[in-house]
C-alpha cells in the first residue's frame, strides 16, 4: 500500500502554512486577480515571518534553496529542507498560487542563490528578493540556447540581452540573470549572474497582462552593456565542458519540484472544490464502488483524484532524494512533467463537471492559473525529453 501521508515532523509547518494560505491568500485572491499589477501590500508581514522561518532552519512556503554539503555526514534516510519547502509550497498554492509567486524573498532566484550560491554570496545576497532571468524571444524551454552574452571586462562582466516572461522582475530587487561566456563552448559556457536593481544598462521593458497568476508580475527585461561586479556571477567562472550543463542544471533539479508543489496545491483545492460542489448536488463519491458502477461524474472525479495523488507522490519523491543527497534530475523532472500535465486537465475537468458553479467559485481562476505551471521551468514536452534521456542513456545530441 502506497502511503501517501505527509511525515509527522512536518505536521505544525504544513498547519501554519495551511493556516496562512486560508486566512491570508484566499480571502484576497479574487482581489488581486481582477487588480492585475496591483502589489498585494497584504503580503509584506507574512513575508517577514517566512524569513524568520526560513533563517532559523525550519523551512517554509518559499524558494530557500537546497545545500549539500559535501562534508555533511548522513545517518539514514532524512526529511529536510527541501521537503518541507515542497509541503509548504502546496498549502500555499491551496490557497493561491501567484500570491506564493509574489511573495518578496521568495521568487526562483532566491532558490538558485539558496542552491548554488558561495557561502559568501550567500550571506551578501541575504535578505535580497531575487527574480529568475531564463527565457529569451529566441529561446524558450532549450535553455542551452541561451543568447545573453557575458564578457569578463576587468572586475566586471558586461551583460547584453534580453530577457522574456521573467517572474517577479518589475517588483525584485535583484535577477539572477543566464548568460554565456562564450557561444562556442556551448551548454558548458552558460553561467548565472545576480544583477540588482539600479545598475546601470539594467532596464524593466514593459510588465505583461497574462491569463492567469495576475497578482504576479511578468516582466521584459533589457540588458545593454550592463556593468556587473565579477563576484556577482554564481558558482564558478571555469568552463568546464567535460561538466556541461551540469552547474545551471543543478538550480532546475531544485526548482522544478518546487514548481510541481505549486501545481499541486492548485489540483488539492480544485477537487476539494468539486467534492463540495458534486456533493451539495446529491452526487455521492463513494471509494468502496468500482467507479464504473457510479453516477458519470462520481466516476471522473476519481480518476481525477487518482491522477492528482500519483503527481503529489513523484513530487515528493524528488524533494526527498534532494534532502538524502541523492541525484534527483530524472525525478524532478518527472514530477514537474506529471504535475503540469495534471493540474491543467484536473482543473479544466472540474470546471466542467460544475458547470455554472465552477464560475461562481475560484475554480474558473485555478483553471486560468494552471496552465502556466505545465509551462514555467521548463515546459511539458521538455520534461518529457529529458526523462526519455535518462531513461534511455542518451545525450543530448543523441536524443533531440
Not at 24 to 37: G, L, M, Q, T
Not at 100 to 125: C, Y
Not at 359 to 371: F, H, V
Request: aromatic content about 6%; some cysteine.
Amino acid at each position: 500500500m502506497i502511503n501517501l501521508e505527509a511525515p509527522k515532523k512536518a505536521g505544525a509547518l504544513i498547519n501554519q502554512a495551511y493556516q496562512a494560505a486560508a486566512e491570508v491568500f484566499r480571502p484576497i485572491s479574487r482581489k488581486y486577480d481582477r487588480a492585475e499589477h496591483t502589489y498585494p501590500s497584504e503580503l509584506d508581514m507574512f513575508a517577514a515571518l517566512l524569513d524568520g522561518l526560513n533563517s532559523s532552519g525550519e523551512g517554509g512556503a518559499g524558494a530557500a534553496g537546497v545545500r549539500r554539503s559535501k562534508d555533511e555526514k548522513e545517518k539514514g534516510n532524512r526529511n529536510g529542507a527541501n521537503l518541507n519547502v515542497v509541503l509548504g509550497t502546496i498549502e500555499m498554492c491551496w490557497g493561491d498560487v501567484g500570491l506564493l509567486l509574489s511573495m518578496p524573498r521568495q521568487g526562483l532566484g532566491n532558490a538558485a542563490i539558496g542552491s548554488v550560491a558561495t557561502d559568501e554570496q550567500l550571506e551578501r545576497f541575504s535578505g535580497m528578493w531575487a527574480a529568475m532571468a531564463i527565457t529569451e524571444p529566441s529561446c524558450g524551454s532549450d535553455s542551452a540556447a541561451i543568447t545573453a552574452t557575458a564578457r569578463l571586462d576587468g572586475d566586471h562582466y558586461v551583460l547584453n540581452g534580453e530577457k522574456i516572461f521573467v517572474t517577479s522582475g518589475e517588483r525584485a530587487d535583484a535577477v539572477v540573470v543566464w548568460a554565456t561566456l562564450d557561444k562556442s563552448k556551448g551548454r558548458a559556457a552558460i553561467k548565472s549572474f545576480v544583477v540588482e536593481k539600479g545598475t546601470p544598462g539594467f532596464e524593466v521593458v514593459r510588465v505583461e497582462h497574462k491569463l492567469g497568476i495576475r497578482a504576479s508580475d511578468t516582466a521584459v527585461l533589457r540588458f545593454e552593456n550592463c556593468r556587473v561586479p565579477a563576484e556577482n556571477l554564481l558558482g564558478t567562472p571555469e568552463i568546464d565542458t567535460a561538466k556541461g550543463f551540469a552547474g545551471v542544471m543543478q538550480t532546475f533539479d531544485n526548482t522544478r519540484p518546487l514548481v510541481a508543489a505549486m501545481a499541486i496545491g492548485v489540483a488539492r483545492a480544485a477537487l476539494e472544490e468539486t467534492r463540495r460542489i458534486l456533493t451539495e448536488a446529491g452526487v455521492e463519491i463513494d471509494y468502496d464502488r468500482p467507479a464504473n458502477s457510479q453516477h458519470a461524474a462520481a466516476a471522473e472525479f476519481l480518476r481525477l483524484e487518482a491522477d492528482y495523488e500519483s503527481a503529489y507522490l513523484l513530487t515528493l519523491e524528488s524533494a526527498w532524494m534532494a534532502d538524502n543527497r541523492k541525484p534527483n534530475s530524472l525525478q524532478a523532472s518527472m514530477a514537474k512533467a506529471k504535475a503540469g500535465r495534471s493540474v491543467v486537465e484536473i482543473a479544466l475537468k472540474c470546471v466542467e463537471l460544475t458547470g455554472a458553479y465552477g464560475e461562481e467559485s475560484l475554480l474558473e481562476k485555478w483553471a486560468r492559473d494552471a496552465k502556466i505551471l505545465d509551462i514555467f521551468e521548463g515546459t511539458q514536452q521538455i520534461q518529457q525529453l529529458i526523462v526519455a534521456r535518462r531513461v534511455l542513456g542518451k545525450s543530448s545530441a543523441e536524443l533531440k
